[in-house]
């Protein structure tokens, strides 16, 4: 029992930091129909950007967690400016060409840092439950993810410009016609689904340290977990990176963390054959 008490508090903290990386691709794949490949390698710059800022020029967590949304958002909207806005409805050459960017990005940072660094953690201690020990830092990445996922919520939703985007994702020539600049709209967006990521990075490179390769896995696990919540669904995808997030974990602490995998996967390709289009319908805006 003390196992599995364990194993499921930590589950929450790979939960969270899952749903934040996702939601940033629930942005990009879900909304704008764009499959970036790259998604991982901004939750990897996010941790890099973590690492200059806190151990290497000696700015707090907070100030860290705002640098990595700016920077990875930055590099999104460039490369959104620069790359993707020649491959909407291009489905094909936007893998290759998104896929050719996560390598270039990761080998620049490889040569850079090739061994793995480490950032401190910025919330020391925990509490004891009973037999379980929950780290003060789980709680906060618990709390953050989903203050993390309100705020996304209100934006899309509740403001012009979330508004905005629902107009271009239902009827893109309509919504130029009534003179609102698609191209902005589409700029702003996938910056925002890359500085999540990089979020994520940020809030994990504490717990695993920051290397190259840090959002590969990552990126297997955000595409899983959008698909199964629904890929237009932030609930959907709150409650799959929960499924996934603990899942994982708790199996790994009874069995390991390959067989973990298989079976998450297994359990995975079913719920997809049962419900293609996730546990929970695409929300129509």
């Not at 490949?37 to 967690?65: C, D, K, N, Q, R």
Request: hydrophobic share 50%; aromatic share 10%; proline share 3%.
């Amino acid at each position: 029992m003390g196992t599995f008490l364990s194993q499921f508090v930590n589950g929450l903290n790979q939960a969270s930091i899952l749903l934040i990386a996702t939601m940033g691709l629930v942005i990009i794949f879900g909304y704008m129909n764009v499959t970036n490949m790259a998604h991982g390698s901004m939750i990897m710059l996010g941790g890099v950007s973590a690492y200059i800022l806190m151990e290497v020029i000696g700015l707090p967590f907070g100030v860290a967690i705002a640098g990595a949304f700016i920077i990875t958002a930055l590099i999104g909207m460039l490369i959104e400016k620069l790359l993707i806005k020649r491959l909407y409805s291009k489905p094909t050459e936007t893998i290759l060409a998104t896929y050719a960017i996560s390598i270039i990005l990761t080998e620049i940072v490889r040569l850079k840092y090739p061994l793995s660094q480490n950032v401190h953690m910025p919330l020391p201690g925990a509490f004891k439950l009973g037999s379980v020990t929950i780290p003060y830092y789980n709680i906060f990445v618990g709390i953050f993810s989903i203050a993390i996922l309100v705020f996304t919520l209100f934006l899309f939703r509740k403001t012009t410009f979330g508004k905005k985007l629902g107009s271009v994702t239902q009827n893109r020539t309509m919504t130029e016609c009534l003179g609102i600049k698609t191209a902005s709209v589409d700029t702003l967006t996938f910056g925002y689904g890359a500085g999540l990521a990089g979020i994520a990075g940020c809030v994990l490179a504490p717990t695993t340290g920051v290397s190259y390769d840090m959002g590969s896995t990552y990126l297997t696990d955000t595409f899983m977990t959008n698909v199964v919540g629904g890929i237009q669904s932030f609930f959907g995808t709150a409650v799959s990176s929960v499924i996934i997030g603990e899942g994982r974990t708790v199996m790994a602490g009874f069995l390991n963390e390959t067989w973990a995998k298989i079976i998450i996967f297994m359990i995975v390709i079913v719920i997809i054959r049962l419900k293609p289009e996730g546990l929970f319908t695409k929300e129509r805006r």
